[in-house]
């Protein structure tokens, strides 16, 4: 049945309790008002998107080797679930990744719809899994409890004053060879490193997982048939949009880190594989897989998880002048910065890094066109360095003119080079090819 075109259409709408005088309150009453509050804020929290707003770092404590249990620090933030759920963790804190069954407490509280999913561990398989952040609830301090009949006497009985709306910690297995994202091969590489533990595995396993969490394998697949995606036919992707299908997952929570447990310890803790700025859902995008606000966040976080990946070689590898791309990395970002030695800091051997890529320079760019080569990642996909070498694709290679000839100068910098996707824009131009000290003169920068 039609209904009349200024006809007010208020089935399931909100509804606030009505205050008028001489009305008779009940705890029912200002209950419901309180939930009409919550579903108005989590309407404009869905508005916005979901993702982390600030904060909730994932470090590791604790490795667990020895015995021990292994511990994650967590810095105090803020995030936004898919449901509209704001998650707050209002202190740094630690969350023990137990081998010991402990008391599962009830989690939904004051979110029945939430807490579905857990796991409880009596001890950790090898294996990887994904670090949730859930809302949680529960009561603080007391309130008497004062009937309304037999004079309003006070009963004796107490209830709990305030209802706080908190947060918890989950930890849920990622089995990723049960899953359907990533191709055979793929995952028959992925066995070959897992059996085979060492640096250069634990980091091409780093990489190839972080992009399985991306959809990069997806997302080509669905470059084959992009009016399917549109359509609503496959525009899902990634290690969590595979969690949340096979309900290991769910809207109320947000992922924090990956985790990977190998032979006894925590082999790696990574944030950006899974941890993703606030970006739109996207269901309201017309071309989500390819240039939807999730798409443009994926991209970011690729680049932030680059950056992080590469810090933690530096802190650990032996010799980094000898770390070869190829052997630590099978994707790059469409645009990475690669710190160098010779500057500030540890780096690594410009030649012996990008030793085996096709690639076109060094080559010298302005810093103001370094932004714009940034912004450009948003639009392609990234590199895939580990194919055979009859199918790795041209990189651009640059140095910043500005950071080299601050630190010919004396400047305590970071040297760094640019690597970008082949299907970039060049940046550099004719006059870049020059010598840094003749490009310092032609510049009016230089002596003379």
């Not at 320079?361 to 932004?371: M, V």
């Not at 990189?395 to 950071?403: D, G, N, Q, R």
Request: proline share 4%; hydrophobic share 40%.
């Amino acid at each position: 049945m039609s209904r009349r075109l200024d006809e007010p259409i208020l089935d399931r709408g909100i509804g606030h309790t009505n205050f008028f005088d001489g009305r008779l309150l009940t705890a029912d009453d200002l209950r419901n008002d309180q939930n009409a509050n919550r579903e108005r804020r989590r309407q404009l929290g869905r508005a916005a998107g979901s993702g982390v707003i600030e904060g909730l770092e994932v470090s590791l404590v604790r490795s667990g080797e020895g015995g021990d249990r292994p511990v994650l620090a967590v810095r105090r933030g803020l995030a936004l679930a898919r449901s509209g759920r704001l998650l707050s963790l209002g202190a740094d804190d630690q969350v023990r990744l137990t081998r010991q069954e402990e008391t599962r407490h009830d989690a939904a509280g004051l979110f029945a719809e939430c807490g579905t999913t857990g796991s409880v561990f009596t001890h950790l398989e090898n294996g990887f899994y994904v670090l949730f952040l859930c809302p949680a609830s529960g009561y603080s301090g007391s309130a008497p409890v004062q009937g309304l009949g037999g004079g309003g006497q006070r009963t004796g009985a107490c209830g709990g004053r305030y209802e706080v709306e908190g947060v918890r910690f989950r930890l849920a297995p990622f089995d990723v060879f049960a899953s359907d994202i990533l191709s055979r091969q793929t995952l028959e590489f992925i066995a070959t490193l897992a059996d085979a533990p060492g640096e250069r595995s634990d980091s091409l396993l780093r990489n190839l997982l972080a992009h399985a969490c991306f959809g990069t394998e997806e997302s080509k697949l669905l470059a084959l048939d992009p009016l399917r995606a549109h359509a609503g036919g496959g525009s899902e992707r990634g290690a969590l949009d595979y969690l949340r299908r096979r309900g290991l997952s769910d809207d109320c929570e947000v992922a924090l880190a990956l985790v990977y447990w190998r032979g006894g310890r925590v082999r790696f803790v990574d944030n950006w594989a899974v941890r993703r700025r606030v970006a739109r859902v996207e269901e309201s995008e017309c071309w989500a897989p390819f240039a939807g606000d999730r798409a443009a966040a994926e991209r970011e976080a690729m680049l932030c998880q680059f950056r992080d990946h590469l810090s933690a070689l530096l802190d650990t590898a032996a010799d980094p002048s000898a770390v070869v791309a190829r052997s630590y990395f099978h994707y790059v970002p469409p645009v990475a910065l690669v710190p160098l030695a010779g500057g500030a800091g540890r780096g690594f051997a410009g030649d012996t890094f990008f030793e085996g890529l096709p690639r076109r320079g060094p080559e010298f760019i302005r810093a103001a066109a370094l932004r714009s080569l940034l912004g450009e990642a948003a639009h392609h996909e990234p590199v895939e360095i580990g194919a055979p070498a009859r199918r790795l694709e041209m990189l651009w290679l640059y140095l910043v003119a500005e950071s080299e000839m601050a630190r010919d100068a004396g400047a305590a910098v970071r040297r760094y080079a640019v690597l970008a996707s082949g299907h970039t824009p060049h940046r550099a131009t004719a006059r870049f090819d020059l010598s840094l000290w003749d490009y310092a003169n032609y510049a009016g920068e230089g002596e003379g």
